[in-house]
């Protein structure tokens, strides 16, 4: 799927709250509209695309009820995910895999 096929609700539309370039993929957090109440099974918004856009995986949310992700770090090999509901999810920036999730104040 291309970048601009990807349908998610609220997504302010060509807008990134943050990318990093990884290798040959860019790791995005898409920016969304938080005044737009989410679905219930939130929203999906950090993706990796490759040079032509097409999408390559797109991270689980940490929890399954209203979530997403708002900030996103990448150190020691690893991409830290914080989602709306006070967790951190790490993220194998290679399959888009949570590899630990633990909630935070």
């Not at 998610?8 to 990318?19: A, D």
């Amino acid at each position: 799927m291309k970048l601009e096929d990807y349908n998610l609700p609220s997504w302010k539309e060509g807008k990134f709250r943050r990318q990093k370039r990884i290798d040959k993929y860019r790791i995005l957090l898409l920016s969304i509209d938080r005044t737009v109440p989410p679905p219930r099974e939130g929203r999906k918004n950090l993706i990796a695309v490759d040079e032509f856009d097409n999408i390559i995986w797109i991270a689980d949310l940490p929890t399954e009820i209203y979530d997403s992700y708002y900030e996103m770090k990448y150190k020691d090999g690893v991409i830290y995910g914080r989602s709306s509901n006070s967790h951190i999810a790490e993220i194998d920036p290679i399959t888009g895999k949570i590899l630990k999730k633990y909630m935070v104040r």
